[in-house]
């Protein structure tokens, strides 16, 4: 199999509304990012993953497309993206755009042509039903943002599904022309030389054709669980022609050269290894969100670990995820400690990481007040389940009055720590987390036993912690991680060990012992 690029690499997600404003609005944009670029770099990272800067009238900030060919006026135009393109491109960052092929804005042209009559070419391009006879939805499935999936939509007397918000309508996969179009967008991107993708709810494509109702589940704890969750979503998810769908579009990303695709999928291990074996390509990975569904121990972590790298096998890349635009910071989840542990973890394990941004300055979740409220999930279930607004503020760049994001009252409050957490004075800080971020990643770029290495797992007596080696040829990293927040010792294997890199940044060189005592809640690189 010919090899590329993206085993060795390291994906930084940016949230483009979040992220920079170069032109005072107080959403961050396109130029905002190009700015950013020499940052970027200087942190270590290789591949950028912008989510959703198409055109969009902004009810899911951008993952409701209404013209796939075009970039929203908000975050500027093509020239500017060509632009981003080139620069990054001149420093050796790969950009990954997001792809949102379930469901478009219910403003795209299609669906305005789709909903004004029963018959027009668009009519089946999207998923309509007739109302049950007594006037009810269709069938019982649910809206991963509250209710039901199915909009009535007047006009026409039918129902429309939505698998997310009502003003997300889902395309209909089955429809020939559908899937056509689709790969005519891909590769309009890919010629313009966009490095791959991000696909946006991979799983969800294709739907039941017979509409069968779908089962209670018997773990849903209603104070718990968002309503979505009620349901086992046997007849909406994961369906195996998804499955084979996925890999159709994927072989239109290998058309090019040391292309990539990844997947947004929340599924179990055998199945995230089962999708690796059907596209069957280096250029394609599912993002794994182990990190953050498993209990923070090292046993649990380690079983996971172990597995998955065995079960993909050395040709195919893992994936580690520490947060995203969709889920609470890691730093308010784990705690500051446990938060830096895991980023070395994340960074120094066999495959691709992808750092969603403000990880690197330890940014946490921010309270919103109920009148700056945006998010759709938030807005759409009075505050029951988790609104994403939190992990969406602004980047904290310096301390002045806007953190350096805007020189105007930015789209989302800014942290409350901002004006200790943010890049200047980080930078200044010898122990920050902007500095572990840069000295791992140093690391990871100046030892192939880090980028190219195998996995062998360490079988430590010590039951708090996590341990494993990376190596390559003569080159040999070896990993600890204490997961408990007590002193631990652990016996190291044979060898003349070195710390070469503490999550504390208080501490490198020779071990004399072959027992290492680890701090509360710290990691360790050592080399021989
Ligand atoms: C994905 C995106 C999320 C969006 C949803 C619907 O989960 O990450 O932000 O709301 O898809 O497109």
């Not at 394609?284 to 498993?294: D, E, G, R």
């Not at 990871?444 to 494993?468: C, H, M, Q, W």
């Not at 072959?514 to 690189?525: D, G, K, N, R, Y």
């Amino acid at each position: 199999m010919k090899k590329n690029s993206w085993g060795s690499r390291v994906v930084y997600q940016i949230y483009p509304r979040s992220f920079n404003d170069s032109n005072g609005d107080g959403i961050g944009d396109i130029n905002g990012v190009t700015e950013k670029l020499d940052y970027l770099k200087d942190l270590g990272i290789n591949a950028l993953w912008l989510s959703s800067i198409y055109r969009s009238p902004m009810h899911d900030f951008g993952y409701d497309v209404s013209d796939y060919y075009q970039v929203d006026p908000l975050f500027g135009n093509l020239v500017d993206f060509d632009n981003l393109l080139k620069q990054a491109h001149k420093r050796n960052i790969k950009v990954l755009m997001d792809f949102v092929p379930n469901h478009t804005s219910e403003d795209h042209a299609w669906f305005q042509k789709s909903r004004s009559s029963k018959r027009n070419d668009k009519r089946d391009w999207y998923i309509w039903k007739k109302p049950k006879s007594n006037g009810s939805v269709p069938n019982n499935w649910l809206s991963h943002f509250g209710g039901s999936a199915w909009k009535f939509d007047e006009k026409t007397g039918e129902y429309y599904l939505h698998s997310f918000d009502v003003s997300q309508p889902d395309l209909n996969w089955r429809n020939p022309d559908v899937v056509k179009e689709i790969k005519k967008i891909m590769r309009f991107w890919l010629k313009r030389g966009v490095d791959g993708f991000r696909v946006d709810v991979a799983y969800y494509l294709f739907k039941d054709p017979f509409f069968r109702d779908e089962p209670d589940n018997p773990d849903y704890k209603i104070n718990k669980n968002s309503q979505y969750h009620s349901l086992l979503h046997i007849y909406t998810l994961a369906l195996p022609e998804t499955l084979q769908m996925l890999k159709k579009l994927h072989a239109v990303i290998d058309e090019y050269e040391d292309r990539f695709m990844v997947c947004e999928i929340y599924t179990f291990l055998k199945e995230i290894v089962n999708l690796y074996r059907i596209i069957d390509r280096q250029s394609f990975a599912p993002f794994n969100f182990s990190f953050l569904s498993l209990p923070w121990k090292a046993q649990d972590q380690k079983l996971f670990i172990d597995e998955f790298d065995e079960m993909i096998g050395d040709d195919y890349f893992p994936t580690y995820v520490l947060g995203s635009h969709d889920f609470p910071r890691i730093v308010s989840k784990l705690g500051e400690n446990q938060a830096r542990a895991a980023a070395l973890l994340q960074l120094t394990l066999r495959g691709i990481p992808f750092i969603y941004y403000g990880e690197e300055l330890g940014m946490k979740n921010r309270d919103i007040p109920k009148e700056k409220i945006k998010d759709p999930i938030a807005l759409n279930t009075n505050g029951t389940a988790f609104g994403r607004d939190p992990v969406r503020t602004p980047m904290q760049w310096d301390n002045s009055k806007h953190a350096g994001f805007s020189d105007v009252e930015p789209w989302l409050p800014l942290e409350n720590e901002f004006r200790s957490r943010n890049v200047a004075t980080e930078t200044k800080d010898k122990t920050s987390f902007l500095n572990l971020y840069k000295s791992i990643l140093k690391l990871r770029n100046t030892r192939k036993s880090l980028t190219e290495g195998k996995y062998i797992p360490y079988a430590s007596k010590n039951p708090d912690v996590l341990g494993f080696t990376r190596r390559s040829h003569a080159e040999e990293t070896f990993i600890l991680a204490n997961f408990s927040t007590e002193l631990q010792e652990v016996a190291l294997p044979k060898g003349h060990w070195k710390i070469l890199l503490s999550t504390r940044l208080d501490r490198v060189g020779e071990i004399k012992k072959s027992i290492l005592t680890l701090q509360p809640s710290e990691a360790v690189i050592l080399g021989e």
